[in-house]
């Protein structure tokens, strides 16, 4: 009984996650992958928690310096400008693939200029300068133009592992790094 008690709620907090990424996903612009240099295959869950909390504090370094990249501080002084920002860390529940990293997708968005070409290649030069000097960052980066109607895609795709497999990764969602200016979420 406790079995499908448990399964019952996991698939209601997936449905409620799938629900608040597609509502979010009609503000983002960008869709960015980043791959660690965190191995995956073979690891001790102790380990993995060691290391998603590396992946996470890198993160946070991106998330702070891209927001001033994008903004100045305009962010600090008025929440409308706060970039979307919603990153999954993937790749927790990989213990079998030897060439496997954790990689991190982010959907990007409220940036304040107009998704163009040349606007996601300068996005990803920043963005790979930025990463590759975290702890845990590399050089592989890309950044993608979300067009209307793919952004709904990206989102379901970057809560994939919540759907995966028996166990499902629930909390692939990283809502430690994860910032919503409040105006978009009263829409």
Known sequence: M???HTAQHKAAYIAAQHDYLQRVAQHCDYAITLQTSLRTAGIKARTMEGRLYKAQGSLRQLRNKLNRLLTGNGYKRNNRYL????????GTTNDYDLNRTLHIHIALGNTGHTATEETRRLLEDGI???WAATDVGTADVKVDRLTKGTENRWMGYIGKEAHTGSTGNTGVIDYSNTQIPAHLLQD
């Open 2 to 4: 406790k079995a499908i």
């Open 83 to 90: 970039p979307v920002f919603v990153a999954a860390i993937e």
């Open 128 to 130: 790979r300068q930025i």
